[in-house]
């Protein structure tokens, strides 16, 4: 009895292999990534830039709009190489009628003393999230 028990335990433990993962739904596919994300300083603002990324249709979907994510500290806090910025939503842009390729741009005003990172995270009409783009960081 014993040793039917324990064959049972290592034919669960053995079967329990494999990658983990976040589950996908079957079927659903993320938007594609922005990633030429950059920026112009204007006295007390900035503007961020960045192109409508092209999409392929067997591999992703249609970009709706893209969050705008920024994260303020103060320089000390910048200074922090283990400390996580804390990116926090302030805007979002609609790219719904845009053709892959048109130019986006999104308006921000600066405080003196501080550090800004903004990163862009696309989503789908139907709200699925793609990857985060790459991170601007404006010092004023």
């Known amino acids: 009895m014993a040793a039917v028990l324990i064959g049972v335990l290592l034919l669960g433990v053995m079967g329990s292999c494999g990658r983990k993962m976040m589950p996908i739904q079957p079927g659903v596919l993320p938007p594609p990534t922005a990633a030429d994300l950059a920026y112009e300083m204007r006295c007390s603002e900035i503007i961020l830039l960045w192109t409508v990324p092209i999409y392929h249709h067997d591999k992703e979907r249609a970009v709706a709009g893209f ?27 609609l790219a719904s009628g845009k053709t892959s390729g048109s130019r986006l741009r999104f308006r921000d005003t ?23 783009s790459n991170v601007v960081v404006a010092v004023h």
Not at 67 to 93: N, Y
Not at 110 to 131: H, N, Q
């Open 67 to 93: 969050k705008v994510l920024r994260a303020r500290q103060t320089m000390a806090e910048a200074q922090c190489q283990t400390c996580p910025a804390p990116f926090q939503t302030i805007g979002d842009v």
């Open 110 to 132: 600066l405080e003196p003393g501080f550090t800004y990172s903004y990163k862009l995270r696309p989503y789908t009409a139907d709200d699925v999230v793609g990857k985060d």
